[in-house]
């Protein structure tokens, strides 16, 4: 039994099937990559799981609770949180605000108007403790626009983790970085598996392969294969559509 | 709105309040005491200055600062651009005179009832505007407003085009009435200190920090997991019931209203002075209406065309300060932003 399962998942753009019948599973403490070139449907298949954009058939189930019918804020109470493609951090507040944003929306009502939230200790401890856990303790008053990419990316990937999520979806969290960072980040994600099952979007083959249990394929909008980093290193519509010569060679 | 008078006492203190700041962090501190002190001597110190004509004019600049300070909230902490607000001070209005033509006279009820019903008509606009975002905000705002212009202009029975005279003033009870001329002066002032206080303090709240994420990106709060709708109603429907009672206490201020309180150019200018002031700062709303409306009255002296250098002042702010004279003097006292 996966943690979470996508069953039919469609959308159309117009003509276009930007998304065809996708299944997709995940299982606890998994950590799942999803592959394929560009304009194979990988952020539209993330904003249908995550519900910033309306599937127009499927089925969505995160430990047994079904997602389909939930706003997409609801999505995230239920245990299922997101990272941006394009970094997407409060840019003009500190790293510190940042994260008290994120560990507020998890405890308790954000409607409480009258006392001071930065005089809640209880936030501020988990805030420090999550800057602790990404790496980002040193740069904590540090407005987070004046971060280098690196370091916003691991914010980003850090008010996902406020949420303490079953899953975490990633889209592209090494997308733009050094290799030096890029490692750093593989380092990061991958101490996260014991607490929660990702489903990983990503470019840089290395970081894939090096992190991922399981792979899924996405061409043009459908999942070709799915499997462990052998399985689909040696599949030869794979290396046709996607991986190509590198993999031959 | 806008009804004649002349130069007022209380921008010049407010502006002072952001300059002193860096330098005489102990008199930063007190003095928005030092200011609503000043405020709540003016109508004693008047008549010995000659200056008994500016304390309706004062009275009037804190009503439309209390409906200024709602909007800001919404606009320079929500983020919604409502071009509809004049609507809500409308709402507020005219249920003071709906209150006295049944025969009601309490002054509290009269304005408690504008806040509520104007709380009422936004959480009923703002349900549905809150749908949308941006430009699309913006008009269907401007087009609720304009409906509930044209509904008071069609409603005979509260004088419909040519207004509705609040003959006897609204009766405050107790010991109040007649304890003083200037009695109302002082009430509208206790409230327009407790409005400001309060949306100051809520600023700094949960809700307060959650609203400014969601000005500045809302995507990313709706993944956080906050909801983000029911977040900006809220905000919405609280700035539209303060609007009301601002309405309530400019119904009272003029003894009459008519439908161009609540007409779109009042919104406009509403939107105007809040970001002459500075939108999303905290002096920015008290001290936007207080410069706007004390250099129309003194311009007015002057000339008959003194929208030409106010649109000139407009023009300087949009350039040269573009967050509002607040941020300006901010950054003068060489302090951070206070928001």
């Given at each position: 039994?996966?943690?979470?399962?996508?069953?039919?998942?469609?959308?159309?753009?117009?003509?276009?099937?930007?998304?065809?019948?996708?299944?997709?599973?995940?299982?606890?403490?998994?950590?799942?990559?999803?592959?394929?070139?560009?304009?194979?449907?990988?952020?539209?298949?993330?904003?249908?799981?995550?519900?910033?954009?309306?599937?127009?058939?499927?089925?969505?189930?995160?430990?047994?609770?079904?997602?389909?019918?939930?706003?997409?804020?609801?999505?995230?109470?239920?245990?299922?949180?997101?990272?941006?493609?394009?970094?997407?951090?409060?840019?003009?507040?500190?790293?510190?605000?940042?994260?008290?944003?994120?560990?507020?929306?998890?405890?308790?009502?954000?409607?409480?108007?009258?006392?001071?939230?930065?005089?809640?200790?209880?936030?501020?401890?988990?805030?420090?403790?999550?800057?602790?856990?990404?790496?980002?303790?040193?740069?904590?008053?540090?407005?987070?626009?004046?971060?280098?990419?690196?370091?916003?990316?691991?914010?980003?990937?850090?008010?996902?983790?406020?949420?303490?999520?079953?899953?975490?979806?990633?889209?592209?969290?090494?997308?733009?970085?050094?290799?030096?960072?890029?490692?750093?980040?593989?380092?990061?994600?991958?101490?996260?598996?014991?607490?929660?099952?990702?489903?990983?979007?990503?470019?840089?083959?290395?970081?894939?392969?090096?992190?991922?249990?399981?792979?899924?394929?996405?061409?043009?909008?459908?999942?070709?294969?799915?499997?462990?980093?052998?399985?689909?290193?040696?599949?030869?519509?794979?290396?046709?559509?996607?991986?190509?010569?590198?993999?031959?060679? | 709105?806008?009804?004649?008078?002349?130069?007022?006492?209380?921008?010049?203190?407010?502006?002072?309040?952001?300059?002193?700041?860096?330098?005489?962090?102990?008199?930063?501190?007190?003095?928005?005491?030092?200011?609503?002190?000043?405020?709540?001597?003016?109508?004693?110190?008047?008549?010995?200055?000659?200056?008994?004509?500016?304390?309706?004019?004062?009275?009037?600049?804190?009503?439309?600062?209390?409906?200024?300070?709602?909007?800001?909230?919404?606009?320079?902490?929500?983020?919604?651009?409502?071009?509809?607000?004049?609507?809500?001070?409308?709402?507020?209005?005219?249920?003071?005179?709906?209150?006295?033509?049944?025969?009601?006279?309490?002054?509290?009820?009269?304005?408690?009832?504008?806040?509520?019903?104007?709380?009422?008509?936004?959480?009923?606009?703002?349900?549905?505007?809150?749908?949308?975002?941006?430009?699309?905000?913006?008009?269907?705002?401007?087009?609720?407003?304009?409906?509930?212009?044209?509904?008071?202009?069609?409603?005979?029975?509260?004088?419909?085009?040519?207004?509705?005279?609040?003959?006897?003033?609204?009766?405050?009870?107790?010991?109040?009435?007649?304890?003083?001329?200037?009695?109302?002066?002082?009430?509208?002032?206790?409230?327009?200190?407790?409005?400001?206080?309060?949306?100051?303090?809520?600023?700094?709240?949960?809700?307060?920090?959650?609203?400014?994420?969601?000005?500045?990106?809302?995507?990313?709060?709706?993944?956080?997991?906050?909801?983000?709708?029911?977040?900006?109603?809220?905000?919405?429907?609280?700035?539209?019931?303060?609007?009301?009672?601002?309405?309530?206490?400019?119904?009272?201020?003029?003894?009459?209203?008519?439908?161009?309180?609540?007409?779109?150019?009042?919104?406009?200018?509403?939107?105007?002075?809040?970001?002459?002031?500075?939108?999303?700062?905290?002096?920015?709303?008290?001290?936007?209406?207080?410069?706007w409306?004390?250099l129309e009255?003194v311009l007015k002296l002057y000339t008959d065309y003194w929208h030409w250098p106010l649109g000139l002042l407009l023009l300087l702010?949009?350039?040269?300060?573009?967050?509002?004279?607040?941020?300006?003097?901010?950054?003068?006292?060489?302090?951070?932003?206070?928001?």
């Amino acid at each position: 039994m996966s943690l979470f399962t996508a069953e039919g998942l469609v959308k159309r753009f117009g003509g276009l099937l930007a998304t065809d019948h996708v299944d997709l599973a995940v299982d606890a403490g998994e950590i799942h990559a999803l592959i394929g070139p560009n304009g194979a449907g990988k952020s539209t298949l993330v904003n249908l799981i995550s519900g910033l954009l309306p599937a127009d058939a499927g089925r969505i189930v995160l430990d047994g609770v079904d997602l389909t019918v939930l706003a997409p804020h609801a999505r995230t109470r239920a245990g299922l949180a997101r990272c941006f493609q394009i970094t997407s951090v409060f840019r003009n507040d500190s790293v510190r605000d940042n994260l008290l944003l994120a560990v507020q929306a998890q405890a308790g009502s954000s409607f409480r108007c009258l006392s001071r939230r930065d005089a809640e200790h209880a936030l501020q401890e988990r805030a420090e403790a999550l800057a602790q856990r990404a790496g980002l303790a040193e740069v904590l008053e540090r407005n987070a626009g004046t971060l280098p990419h690196g370091l916003q990316k691991r914010l980003d990937l850090a008010l996902a983790l406020a949420a303490r999520p079953k899953l975490l979806l990633l889209d592209e969290p090494m997308a733009g970085m050094g290799p030096e960072d890029s490692q750093q980040m593989v380092g990061l994600i991958r101490s996260l598996r014991r607490e929660t099952a990702i489903l990983l979007i990503e470019h840089d083959m290395d970081a894939v392969f090096q992190l991922a249990d399981r792979i899924s394929v996405l061409v043009y909008g459908k999942v070709l294969t799915s499997g462990d980093a052998a399985h689909v290193k040696g599949h030869a519509e794979v290396q046709a559509v996607y991986l190509g010569t590198e993999v031959a060679t | 709105m806008l009804e004649p008078t002349s130069q007022g006492a209380s921008s010049a203190p407010c502006a002072a309040a952001a300059v002193t700041h860096a330098r005489f962090p102990g008199l930063a501190r007190r003095l928005p005491w030092l200011v609503l002190a000043l405020l709540a001597a003016f109508p004693l110190l008047a008549p010995a200055f000659g200056l008994e004509y500016y304390v309706g004019f004062v009275r009037r600049v804190l009503i439309v600062a209390i409906a200024a300070t709602s909007l800001n909230f919404i606009l320079g902490y929500g983020g919604m651009a409502a071009l509809g607000h004049a609507g809500f001070i409308g709402v507020g209005a005219y249920t003071v005179v709906a209150l006295v033509e049944a025969g009601f006279s309490s002054a509290w009820l009269a304005w408690g009832s504008a806040a509520l019903v104007a709380g009422l008509a936004a959480a009923a606009i703002g349900a549905v505007s809150l749908r949308t975002r941006g430009v699309y905000f913006i008009m269907i705002t401007l087009a609720f407003a304009q409906m509930l212009y044209y509904l008071a202009v069609s409603l005979r029975t509260w004088g419909g085009d040519d207004g509705y005279g609040l003959y006897t003033p609204l009766e405050l009870g107790a010991w109040l009435d007649g304890a003083h001329a200037q009695v109302f002066y002082w009430v509208v002032l206790a409230i327009a200190a407790a409005v400001f206080a309060l949306f100051s303090r809520v600023a700094h709240s949960r809700y307060g920090h959650a609203l400014r994420g969601i000005r500045d990106n809302e995507m990313r709060m709706v993944a956080l997991g906050y909801p983000v709708y029911g977040l900006k109603l809220a905000g919405f429907v609280a700035a539209g019931a303060v609007a009301g009672l601002a309405g309530g206490l400019l119904a009272s201020h003029n003894a009459f209203v008519s439908p161009s309180i609540m007409h779109w150019t009042q919104s406009a200018l509403l939107l105007v002075m809040v970001m002459l002031g500075g939108a999303g700062r905290r002096w920015g709303a008290p001290l936007g209406v207080a410069l706007w409306l004390t250099l129309e009255e003194v311009l007015k002296l002057y000339t008959d065309y003194w929208h030409w250098p106010l649109g000139l002042l407009l023009l300087l702010v949009v350039f040269h300060a573009p967050q509002g004279v607040a941020a300006l003097l901010e950054r003068r006292g060489g302090r951070e932003g206070a928001r």
